[in-house]
Structures are given as C-alpha cells and as structure tokens.
C-alpha cells in the first residue's frame, strides 16, 4: 500500500483525478476485506508528515472515505483517522486541507453514537475552512458546506444551537459566489438549517429567512440549473417553518424539483402574499432587492428588478407611504441605462407598475 502513495499519480491520470481514484479504492476495501483496514491505516499514517503533496493527498483522501465505514465496526479506528484529519487540516497543500474537510463530512456515515462524540470538533473545522484565505476558487469552503450539510442531517439540535445563526451568516456570502456549485451547496445548507428552527432558536433563525428571502427568491431564476433546484429545495423547507400558510402553500405546490416554474408569475402571486403577510417587511424586501441591482448577473438584475416591481405594484395605496419611493424610483431610472437590453426591459416594465404614486 505504501507503494501505491509513492506512484499516486498513476492511479489517476493527473493529482485532480488522484483523490477520487483514491476514494474509490478505499470504499472497495472497506466493502470486501475489512479485516486488512486497521493495518492499512497502520502502514499509511506515517505518510502523513511526507514531503511531497501527492502522497499526502493520496493518504488523506484513502482515510478520509475509510472514517464513514469504519465507525459503524470500531470505533478505536474512528478516534485514530479523525486524529490523522485533524492534524493535516494546517497542511501547506490546499488539496489536502480539503480533502481533511471532505473526510471530516464522512462521518456521518459513521453512526449516530460517532457524530455525537465528534460534532463539536468537526462543527469547529467546517467552520475554520470556510474561512481559508487560500481559497480562492472556493473547492475547501465546498466541502465545508457539503461537509456540513451531512453533519447537520445527523446531529442533535443542542450541539448546533450556539452556532446555528453563525453558521447561517457564514454561508450567506456564498450565495453570491460566480461558481454555480458554491451558489447550489450554500442555499441547500441554508434549508438544511432549518431542522433546527423550532425551540429556542426558532425567533432569530427566522429572521435570518426573512434576510435572506429576497435572495432565495431571484436565484429562483438563476441561469443555473443546478442553482434553481437549491433553491427550491431551501424554500420548501424553509416554507414548512415560517409563520405564513399561504406562503408555504406556493412553496409546496409551485418549486416541485424537476417542474417549470414560470417565475413572473410565481413572483407577482408570492408578492401579494408577502404584502398582505408581512406588511412590515416590505419596504426590507423592496430595499433587499434594490441592493442587486448591481449584481454581476445579468439575470439577477433583471430579477431583482421584477420583484420590486411587483412588490410596489401590489402594494394598497394606504401602504405606499412606508416606502423608500425617492430612492428605489431613482434606483430604477439607473437601471434603465443598464448595459443588458434585458435589464433595461424588466426596468421598464417595473416602473410601468408604479402609475399610482
């Protein structure tokens, strides 16, 4: 096995492919021979410490798989790899602290009795490799979502309630992300989120929803499609906990995974729910919305722009008197010089709503 780590970029045709080529033969061995785990494990911790990034990325991408099937046997096995992850998560190599973070997510697959033991510690490492400087193109902070996602479907709520809004703001930039599959992971942890929104923190979690509303509504028209499916998946969860039956009634019927949404419509509907159920958070929404005015994408421009449209078209007159109406007309009127035909269209079409101010 030792050999293997020294000739690792021959499993795989380059040290991107090495990981999953490595995991692979992890879960096979894990599957068939079982009883030669401990003694793999033996002969490959010393590799740890190597000098050179390959045989410690193939090392801590084989441990990292073998930690979800060893827990469920010997749990002596477990404390051993989560001590090989823990001490390579300040690895020089950026692969190798995120494959520790990836590994670290494989224990939920451990067993229930395993997570518990190992939350708090795995919770604190999600949360330090989101916050790497290194990551520029996002892959640790990807698995620390994917990572938490799967921790969080299996540990208790007491564990998660002292960071459970920590958390939600961690993640909150990530919406915003160019990538697409940090965009779909952030708002699949954001709904995972709320199996922990009853109890004691059920007041401050919603109103993180309410924050982050605006935001899980224009990326319900994301231009990718993998991004649209989070998002419904967050929002019929989410949906499920908030105070508004009605809301949660168009969530459950409209944002089905593989159905076609059509999103004016969907959204003008859901704006006129939005007034009558949260009256006090309008002038919130139409400002969260203007704020993306200045998006990087087109498409969320053009979004932003027919929520706030619709959300003032909507709005009875006796309400108006609540809103910014200087500010978001003079928002819009820089919209219509926007450098997208499209943007400038749903502009318009929003300022065509606004005839009764």
């Not at 599957?31 to 990325?57: A, E």
């Not at 809004?165 to 709904?191: D, Q």
């Not at 995974?257 to 859901?270: I, K, P, Q, R, S």
């Not at 704020?291 to 309400?319: H, Y």
């Amino acid at each position: 096995m030792p050999s293997l780590c020294w000739q690792g970029e021959c499993i795989g045709s380059s040290r991107t492919d090495l990981p999953d080529a490595v995991s692979v033969l992890a879960r096979s061995m894990a599957q068939n021979v079982p009883g030669k785990v401990s003694v793999v494990i033996t002969s490959l911790n010393p590799f740890l410490g190597s000098l050179y990034d390959t045989q410690r990325i193939a090392v801590i991408a084989f441990l990292g798989e073998l930690i979800g099937y060893c827990g469920r046997v010997d749990g002596t096995l477990t404390e051993t790899l989560m001590n090989s992850l823990m001490t390579r998560l300040v690895d020089s190599s950026q692969a190798v602290r995120m494959l520790c973070i990836r590994g670290l997510g494989n224990v939920a697959g451990a067993g229930r009795e395993q997570v518990q033991k190992y939350s708090t510690t795995i919770l604190s490492a999600m949360m330090a490799g989101m916050d790497d400087r290194e990551d520029k193109e996002d892959d640790i902070t990807l698995a620390a979502m994917s990572g938490l996602s799967k921790i969080l479907a299996a540990v208790d709520e007491s564990h998660v309630r002292g960071i459970l809004i920590n958390i939600a703001l961690r993640i909150r930039p990530c919406f915003e992300k160019e990538r697409p599959e940090v965009r779909s992971e952030a708002f699949r942890l954001f709904g995972n989120l709320s199996r922990f929104s009853d109890g004691p923190s059920r007041a401050p979690f919603l109103e993180q929803v309410h924050a982050n509303l605006v935001t899980l509504l224009l990326h319900l028209n994301d231009s990718d499609e993998q991004v649209i499916k989070a998002c419904k998946y967050a929002l019929r969860l989410l949906g499920a906990r908030a105070s508004s039956s009605a809301m949660n009634d168009m969530f459950q019927k409209h944002l089905l995974h593989d159905a076609h949404l059509h999103y004016g419509e969907f959204v003008n509907d859901l704006a006129k729910v939005l007034i009558c159920d949260f009256p006090d958070k309008i002038n919130f929404y139409v400002m969260g919305g203007i704020s993306f005015f200045k998006s990087f994408c087109p498409v969320i421009r053009s979004n932003a722009a027919m929520l706030t449209g619709f959300l003032l078209g909507n709005l009875p007159k006796e309400k108006q008197h609540s809103i910014s109406k200087e500010h978001i007309c003079g928002a819009l009127i820089l919209l219509l010089k926007d450098s997208d035909s499209a943007v400038r269209i749903k502009a318009a079409e929003a300022m065509s709503l606004l005839y009764t101010y």
